[in-house]
């Protein structure tokens, strides 16, 4: 099946901890964005990436860091930087240009610290 | 700053009835929208979208309209069955802001048997 994979579903991590949130797509999508949701709110955009080894800031990078070294994946690592880090984690992916403007998401990752 | 916002935080509606969902955008260089369902837990689920080249858009018992005039956008779902019970957010795309979307806080629907 085509689609995008996030692992883990539910991840604890102790103060002070990196965590990496993997998230991996087949649909050779070009783009692919990380986005943080809280309790009863809407997403914010952590980090993109439009093509292989290039990425962009969000609206609320500080405390993260991705890599993106192939084009089906893109990493999220969670840093002991990040002060709330408690969260779901949404990863998504689009193809880039006018043939695509849908942004499709992953079915999520939980993340709590402990 | 420029926002996408929801008028209303929770939307009840009988079973059968038609429901209708409004999102007010503020940024008038949007050229994209789309509405999202998102279930407890799951990631949100594309619905429908429509361009700013247009004000009505048809999917199967959804209808997107979109009034650029008053900024307005709003989704609405004939027929809502329990199964339409989640979270609905609409997004924007500004024209020339790297394909980024910028989502509002989302609507509550509850369908009530």
């Known amino acids: 099946d085509g689609g995008i994979t996030q692992s883990p579903k539910y991840l604890f991590r102790k103060e002070g901890q990196n965590v990496t949130l993997s998230c991996e797509q087949n649909l050779n999508h070009d783009a692919m964005y990380w986005y943080r949701q809280d309790p009863g709110q809407g997403l914010r955009l952590i980090y993109y990436s439009q093509i292989v080894n290039d990425f962009q800031k969000g609206d609320i990078a500080e405390g993260y860091s991705v890599s993106r070294e192939k084009k089906e994946s893109f990493p999220l690592t969670v840093t002991s930087a990040q002060k709330n880090p408690t969260a779901f984690y949404l990863c998504?992916?689009?193809?880039?240009?006018?043939?695509?403007?849908?942004?499709?998401f992953g079915e999520g990752s939980w993340l709590t610290v402990v | 700053g420029e926002s996408v916002g929801l008028h209303l935080p929770t939307l009840s509606v009988q079973e059968g009835d038609n429901s209708i969902i409004n999102c007010a955008y503020s940024n008038s260089a949007s050229d994209y929208f789309i509405w999202y369902k998102q279930e407890s837990g799951k990631g949100p689920q594309f619905i429908i979208d429509i361009r700013s080249n247009m004000d009505k858009r048809q999917g199967q018992r959804v209808t997107v309209l979109l009034n650029k005039t008053v900024k307005h956008l709003s989704l609405q779902i004939a027929a809502t069955q329990p199964g339409d019970s989640a979270v609905y957010f609409c997004a924007e795309r500004v024209t020339g802001g790297g394909n980024k979307l910028t989502f509002g806080t989302g609507t509550q629907l509850k369908v009530e048997l």
């Open positions: 998504a992916s689009k193809i880039t240009g006018l043939a695509g403007n849908t942004i499709y």
